[in-house]
């Protein structure tokens, strides 16, 4: 009989690749939302169109797409970890403390579903209490639980016996709130999304393979926390780079096979490998060159704020996309629309740099906040009547 799993008693430091893979993750999320116009897939002609627009959606999406939310899940089953190995160090529990948390992250997906449908943090609330009774669980029956949900299991068993999971309602939430988006108000697009968009998304999950994957990442996350993955400590490093191996190979390899009748299975998986290989990339380079540390440090600050960060790019961007805003969906092809996600991502990590470094001249970086503002809400809240 296994054991629970108990804190090693090692001290658990700040991060830094993980706020650089986060900012990678907020940015990432940003352009692609970007691309897709902020969920909005009109019929209507676009003004501004350029040839390179179907290369540029196409790799964006093959490099972006779904990988930037897995990242963003992985971190946050890694932040899990950190917090829960803190309060057991302290010889407290921290289960009724972190589903407090995640009850105020689904307050804030509420909020930020109002202004973009595609809102994640209800769903990652939802996933995020699941890594309570997990994080009980010895590493062996962690491992097992990871290996189960990155096989895609309930894509394989309609694979296996023929099943066909009705998408009917879906497309049928999917089509009245695009139509909203074009030509609604924007009090029109608010109450519409706030009483769809967590089934929405839920929905979409399912249909895309991302139900299992994500909460595979959530624990994957934690699994990674407990085994100081992010540390550069022992062999760690090699570890990377095998992993980076082993994903890039698989990659390449599946890059070049046609999935056809198991792409709704093969897809998600061969998705997961590009995850994988860009946080192997990332993480090895950043312990293996101090050039890579210094041009990431500006995603480092970026990835600090990801929460007010995700937040607002829901705000600019579909007031930008939407129709009671610029109405950029019909006046912008992928192209231009890159482009806007980037001037957001350069605007809002302007905004970071003030948060955290206003007033301040000289070499020496001190930050006159310690967090981002909704992240210091989200802490304040978390802790509230505790002693």
């Known amino acids: 009989m296994h054991k629970m799993y108990t804190t090693r008693y090692l001290p658990n430091t700040r991060i830094d690749v993980a706020d650089a893979l986060r900012g990678i993750a907020v940015a990432g999320i940003i352009l692609y939302h970007s691309v897709e ?17 179907q290369t540029v959606g196409s790799v ?77 669980l010895p590493s062996r029956a962690v491992w097992c639980i990871i290996g189960l949900l990155a096989i895609q299991p309930i894509e394989l068993f309609c694979l296996l016996t023929d099943t066909t ?38 929905r979409f999950n399912v249909f895309s393979g991302r139900l299992t994957q994500l909460l595979c990442l959530f624990i994957l996350g934690m699994q990674l926390g407990r085994q100081r993955f992010f540390y550069d400590e022992g062999a760690n490093r090699k570890k990377w780079h095998g992993i980076l191996a082993l994903s890039a190979t698989i990659v390449i390899a599946l890059s ?21 290989m860009i946080v192997s990339a990332v993480v090895s380079a950043w312990y293996a060159f101090e050039g890579v540390r210094r041009a990431l440090h500006h995603l480092c600050i970026f990835g600090r704020m990801s929460l007010t960060n995700y937040l607002l790019q829901s705000i600019i961007g579909s007031f930008i996309f939407c129709g009671y805003g610029l109405a950029c969906y019909r006046l912008v092809g ?45 802490r304040t809240l978390t802790w509230i009547g505790h002693r």
């Open 256 to 276: 070049f096979v046609d999935f056809g009748s198991l792409k709704p299975w093969l897809t998600p998986i061969y998705n997961l490998c590009i995850l994988l």
């Open 60 to 136: 964006l999406a093959w490099l972006l797409s779904g990988k930037m939310y897995g990242i963003f899940a992985m971190l946050f089953g890694l932040s899990f970890f950190i917090m829960n190995d803190n309060q057991q160090q302290k010889g407290r529990s921290f289960s009724g403390r972190f589903a407090w948390r995640m009850c105020l992250l689904f307050m804030f997906g509420f909020v930020n579903v109002a202004f973009y449908d595609g809102d994640i943090l209800m769903l990652y609330a939802v996933y995020g209490l699941l890594l309570i009774p997990v994080s009980y």
């Open 334 to 378: 992928i192209t231009y629309a890159v482009l806007i996600g980037l001037g957001m991502v350069i605007c809002q990590y302007i905004f970071c740099r003030y948060w955290f470094f206003a007033g301040q001249s000289g070499k020496a970086e001190r930050s006159s906040h310690q967090r981002g503002p909704l992240e210091g809400l989200w």
């Open 165 to 202: 999971i009705d998408h009917t309602r879906l497309f049928s939430i999917y089509h009245q709130t695009i139509a909203l988006h074009e030509h609604g108000t924007f009090w029109e697009n608010a109450v519409n999304n706030m009483q769809y968009g967590f089934e929405l998304n839920l």
């Open 37 to 53: 116009h902020f969920d909005i897939f009109t019929q209507e002609p676009i003004v501004h169109t350029l040839p390179c627009d």
